[in-house]
């Protein structure tokens, strides 16, 4: 393996969401993953049939070990791999690893150094530690998801970036790499809690900052950053496709009116909160009168802050994406490239995800179990 990672060793228990997004990334930068998946039963229904398959982009990288974790030889050797093992991440409710007789008190008896790191949406502790939820009921807790969306419409959920992996898995790769950088020097691995919660309102830090400063409305639709100002948010071109604007400082908002040929003394009123319902009225019949690509062979590339809304499809299509490889090609999927990059030690390029099981017997040899056992667990 190469990357910033290498020689870090993790053990991920396969879960949904923000532990496999983790995962993906210690694997993207070059950490040893194997994936702990369960052993299905002979001819069992795959309720996920995408999973294990070349489509499940965030397995990537990684090589698949599958347990039957009810018996007690198949728990009794994951605590074995435990032992030669930086990092754990589970992303299970409080307690099913305890009962699986997998918790952090017995992995960390097994290796003190261990990192131990759990993922949830509420988070170990508290009044719904054990509630069911999904990403959109953790951002709503955080305080976030009501600010997004525009204000005649209820709150528009942002897809499950904020929770599951932004404030999820994005803070738990942080909090386990922290963590294990604490234990090379101390010797003492611990537990990290991420819940999505936390890290959801810990993404509005700076929302949080101006509603205390003043200078944030309850309002949806009526601040700076949410679709409230003219100068910041997507319009409808002629075509029915879109474009986005954030020309926020005075000489990008100067450059853009300049630009798109508007010289009405009405938008130099800029920053004027009673304006701007007006002006963005304005500025939305303006920009219906071009095409995207006409605006873009306008205003791209340009000191306005302006860019085109791409789909799916476009993005990894379009020339900066390309020039920077911003996508790749693993199996005939295209998905986005690891990030970020590095000068000295750059991340391989991903390989494709592995079947539930196909490297069992690999993976327990390379990591110092013996054949007798191997060939008792029947991988």
């Known amino acids: 393996m190469s990357g910033p990672l290498a020689g870090l060793k993790v053990i991920e228990m396969v879960g949904l969401g923000p532990c496999p997004f983790a995962a993906m990334l210690l694997a993207d930068m070059g950490a040893e993953v194997i994936r702990i998946d369960r052993k299905a039963a002979p001819g069992a229904a795959n309720p996920f049939p995408m999973l294990g398959t070349r489509y499940d982009v965030m397995a990537r990288g990684r090589r698949s070990l599958a347990l039957d974790l009810?018996?007690?030889?198949?728990?009794?050797?994951?605590?074995?791999?435990?032992?030669?093992?930086?990092?754990?991440?589970?992303?299970?409710?409080?307690?099913?690893?305890?009962?699986?007789?997998?918790?952090?008190?017995?992995?960390?008896?097994?290796?003190?150094?261990?990192?131990?790191?759990?993922?949830?949406?509420?988070?170990?502790?508290?009044?719904?530690?054990?509630?069911?939820?999904?990403?959109?009921?953790?951002?709503?807790?955080?305080?976030?998801?009501?600010?997004?969306?525009?204000?005649?419409s209820p709150p528009a959920p942002p897809l499950n970036l904020l929770g599951d992996f932004g404030g999820g898995g994005m803070l738990l790769a942080f909090g386990v790499l922290c963590a294990a950088l604490d234990a090379q020097k101390s010797g003492r691995g611990q537990v990290v809690d991420a819940a999505m919660t936390d890290g959801a309102a810990l993404l509005g830090a700076m929302v949080y900052g101006f509603r205390a400063f003043g200078a944030w409305s309850a309002e949806r639709g009526a601040n700076m950053l949410d679709g409230g100002a003219h100068f910041y948010d997507t319009y409808a071109c002629a075509d029915g496709r879109f474009v986005s604007v954030g020309a926020i400082e005075p000489q990008f908002y100067a450059r853009l009116l300049e630009l798109a040929g508007i010289d009405d003394p009405d938008f130099a009123a800029?920053?004027?909160?009673?304006?701007?319902?007006?002006?963005?009225?304005?500025?939305?019949?303006?920009?219906?009168?071009?095409?995207?690509?006409?605006?873009?062979?306008?205003?791209?590339?340009?000191?306005?802050?302006?860019?085109?809304?791409?789909?799916?499809?476009?993005?990894?299509?379009?020339?900066?994406?390309?020039a920077r490889g911003t996508f790749i090609d693993v199996a005939g999927v295209i998905q986005p490239a690891p990030a970020p990059r590095f000068s000295r030690t750059p991340p391989p390029v991903p390989d494709m995800p592995d079947a539930p099981g196909a490297h069992s017997a690999d993976i327990l040899r390379a990591w110092g179990i013996p054949d007798a056992t191997i060939a008792r667990l029947n991988p």
């Open 70 to 152: 009810k018996d007690s030889l198949a728990r009794d050797t994951l605590l074995d791999l435990v032992e030669r093992a930086d990092i754990l991440i589970e992303g299970f409710r409080p307690g099913v690893m305890e009962r699986l007789g997998l918790g952090p008190d017995a992995c960390l008896a097994r290796n003190p150094k261990l990192v131990f790191g759990r993922v949830t949406g509420w988070g170990q502790d508290g009044p719904l530690a054990q509630v069911a939820g999904h990403d959109i009921n953790y951002i709503a807790l955080s305080g976030m998801l009501h600010a997004m969306g525009r204000p005649d």
């Open 270 to 322: 800029q920053l004027d909160r009673a304006r701007w319902p007006e002006l963005k009225e304005r500025l939305a019949g303006i920009f219906a009168l071009r095409t995207r690509d006409e605006w873009c062979a306008l205003l791209e590339g340009s000191e306005a802050c302006f860019a085109p809304v791409l789909d799916l499809a476009e993005a990894p299509q379009h020339p900066h994406n390309a």
